[in-house]
């Protein structure tokens, strides 16, 4: 039965067609758009057997509007393969994940930057029965900024409660920009500026999306600012993120009351996916140039 499972879910990448095609790559004569679509639609060919999970309909027309910006299911397997960690979908698990609960509308404001004016990613998380938290990324992808993607090595929040938090599984939609309202205000005054359809993202949600794209993209997120997050510590500090260049991504403690220094500190929002899109949502959009 177990095969029969793995016959209607998986499709075999054969050695030869990998040759051919990264011989292409290597000569440019396919070219970044191809290269991700590829990706997108093939993944995990590092795993053993070269499987890879077949798209559903609307993974497929999310891949086609997002582009780069859609980190799917596949890409995130195959980037975690990388580093040695195999992950395995059960039939339920690709029924829960098949949709993806954004409209065709709204990806294509989203990919046109009218939400925010922003870049947003759309990507996936795998099941929380993984237990990826900042602990267990540590020991994926250690703090050897020979060897990127990686941590900083200033590892002071390895007791904090929050680094033992498991990234929320399934889709998520994140800025990757800060909107620049909402930078130089204390962060009372930053949540207020959220929408009633937005989340503020957990830091383990913005280091898992940094160390993904990296790998998929080969591109480093929140190099000029730090984010703030939903952990707050004690003493009137709260969590952010940043920073990451060559010696790795940065997990800092930012005082609530911004300081000269502190000025390009703001606030990254995610989309509550699990629900569905709010008017509030789509009459802002509307009105957005």
Not at 103 to 130: C, D, T
Not at 278 to 283: I, L
């Amino acid at each position: 039965m177990g095969n029969d499972y793995e016959d209607r879910n998986f499709e075999a990448i054969l050695p030869s067609q990998m040759k051919i095609f990264w011989q292409k790559v290597a000569e440019g004569s396919i070219n970044r758009e191809l290269f991700q679509a590829f990706l997108n639609n093939v993944s995990a060919f590092t795993i053993p057997r070269g499987i890879y999970y077949n798209f559903s309909e609307s993974q497929k027309k999310a891949a086609q509007i997002m582009g780069c910006d859609f980190i799917g299911i596949n890409l995130v397997i195959n980037a975690l393969q990388w580093k040695g960690i195999a992950i395995r979908l059960t039939e339920n698990d690709l029924d829960q994940y098949s949709a993806i609960p954004v409209s065709e509308e709204i990806l294509n404001k989203i990919a046109q930057r009218k939400w925010r004016g922003k870049r947003a990613i759309l990507w996936w998380a795998p099941p929380e029965r993984y237990g990826f938290n900042l602990r267990k990324m540590l020991e994926i992808f250690g703090a050897d900024n020979r060897y990127q993607p990686a941590f900083n090595r200033d590892l002071w929040w390895l007791d904090e409660d929050f680094a033992e938090e498991v990234i929320p599984e399934g889709w998520h939609l994140t800025l990757v920009e800060i909107p620049p309202e909402t930078k130089s205000h204390t962060l009372s005054e930053q949540i207020n500026l959220k929408q009633e359809y937005e989340n503020l993202c957990k830091p383990v949600e913005l280091v898992f999306l940094s160390f993904i794209n990296l790998i998929v993209n080969r591109e480093y997120l929140f190099t000029f600012f730090y984010s703030r997050t939903d952990a707050e510590l004690l003493s009137n500090y709260t969590v952010s993120i940043g920073k990451f260049e060559n010696d790795g991504i940065s997990i800092s403690k930012t005082s609530s009351t911004l300081s000269t220094q502190d000025t390009p500190i703001g606030l990254l929002f995610s989309r509550k996916l699990e629900s569905k899109i709010s008017d509030a949502e789509s009459d802002k959009n509307e009105s957005e140039p």
